[in-house]
């Protein structure tokens, strides 16, 4: 059975950071990809950032492209997310995706068949 797990949500400032980890298990992901979407209160699930694992390849969203950071262990089975420079428009619950996207299907929800069970992000002063 695949399970994700992820860790590091929390409460921080504005301009703050936050490193959030996704933890799998029960599947290898090879030639697949791991990553992160969120979803803030009454918004849909939006795209954050990705990593395709064959290659390593990252994606973001505009949002956050600057801000932050995703990257793989070497077993491929853990995806770190390194969010600075945080804004209040950042505060989501955050959830870790893994599965096999097309290119059209990279940054869509329906391109990813594990998920997480999220980690709230609030971003306040």
């Known amino acids: 059975q695949v399970q994700l797990v992820e860790s590091g949500g929390g409460s921080v400032q504005p301009g703050g950071s936050l490193t959030l980890s996704c933890a799998a298990s029960?599947?290898?992901?090879?030639?697949?990809?791991m990553g992160w979407f969120r979803q803030a209160p009454g918004k849909e699930r939006e795209f954050v950032a990705i990593i395709r694992q064959t290659h390593g390849n990252t994606y973001a969203a505009d949002s956050v492209k600057g801000r932050f950071a995703i990257s793989g262990n070497n077993a491929r089975d853990t995806v770190t997310l390194q969010m600075n420079s945080l804004k209040s428009e950042d505060t989501a619950v955050y959830f870790c995706?893994?599965?096999?996207?097309?290119?059209?299907?990279?940054?869509?929800?329906?391109?990813?068949?594990?998920w997480g069970q999220g980690t709230r992000v609030t971003v306040s002063s």
């Open positions: 995706a893994a599965g096999y996207p097309s290119i059209s299907t990279l940054a869509s929800p329906g391109g990813y068949r594990y």
């Open positions: 029960g599947f290898t992901f090879s030639g697949g990809a």
